[in-house]
């Protein structure tokens, strides 16, 4: 593997490229400072603590589980999708002029099977995407794009999109990404509508702070490459990285009840620097509409070993139905860390 990424660098400094008519072109092996850090893409919550487990607590925390089995998801379609550019970076750069800076490699890396073409564009003032308050920071338009060996220029699969960086750290700023990952497709890569998007945010202004809100909306997540997942979720999460406590929060459809009509869900998880949590996940839908409520709210709690230390299931009712009806409740509330929110304020 070294020897043939050596091999590959060699060619690459070797590479001549065109940009287009006009484009000033000096040829630089140097690398642009202009990367997101790629900690700011990871959500990462706390370690289940094995010496925590109480042998009178047979049941695992649910919900919390699922906010992990979540959390990784992102963070690998993140790190599948946006952590190209830490990889591209270490390669040399091919084509630049002051606002752009240009990768065209010649063959596969990192396990693909496609060679790939990643470009950066410094936006002007006049071409921002962002709001005023944004526009006094840099902004980029990333470009990745990918062919196959034998296919040079027939661009089959991309994601563009638009960031701006407001910390020189680079651990502070927002954007917004279109994917495809329509392989079947000779893809335009000028034109991207209909595809995938991610509305993102991060934030890690001081070394005790990291903060993240993702809105995938029909995002292309390949399971297989055969099989294709439109992702339409919402996620803010938050980390205090010095005492340990945060902050997860999760919206998107899943089926929930015995029909195939999937159900909205919204769950609410806190943790404490000595990882006892608790979760509030309301669910609202066909199904449960149909059922003469308002919704469904589970309150779950578990300790360091996340184990479920409390559980119940509250009916909430319309409200010219009937009063909350209470079912399976079990184990000792008091021993949730936090008092939960009431279900109208979540929802506002």
Known sequence: MTLRILALMLSMILLTSCLGDGDD????????DTFPNPNSFEMIL?????????ADLERNANIWQDAMNNSNTVNQLLKR??????????????????????????????GDSAVPRFTI???????????????????????YQIHHEDSPGSWVEFWVGTMVMSSSANKTGSGSFFINYIASNQTDPDNYKDTGSLQLSFSGSNENTHA???AFTNYKAK??????????????????????????YYAGKHDWTETDIPEKLNIYTDWNKAKIGQSQMLVTGVDIDNKQLEL??????????????YYVQINRFKEDVGDPTIQDERGDK??????????????D
């Open 25 to 32: 072109i000096e040829y630089s092996t140097s690398k642009p």
């Open 46 to 54: 706390p370690v289940k603590n094995n010496d925590a487990v109480e």
């Open 81 to 110: 999708d946006l952590g190209k550019m830490e990889i591209l970076k270490l390669y040399p750069v091919t084509a630049s002029n002051n606002a752009l800076t240009r990768w065209d490699l010649y063959s596969p890396i990192g």
């Open 121 to 143: 564009r410094e936006l002007a003032s006049s071409d921002s995407k962002f709001d005023t308050a944004q526009s006094q920071y840099p902004q980029y338009e990333y470009t």
């Open 212 to 214: 993240m809100q993702l």
């Open 223 to 248: 399971s297989n490459m055969a099989d294709y997942l439109a992702l339409t979720d919402t996620f803010d999460y938050q980390m205090n990285t010095a005492e340990g406590d945060g902050h997860f």
């Open 296 to 309: 469904v709210e589970i309150r779950e709690c578990w300790n360091a070993a996340f184990q479920e230390t």
């Open 334 to 347: 008091n021993r949730c860390p936090y008092d939960f929110k009431d279900w109208q304020d979540l929802l």
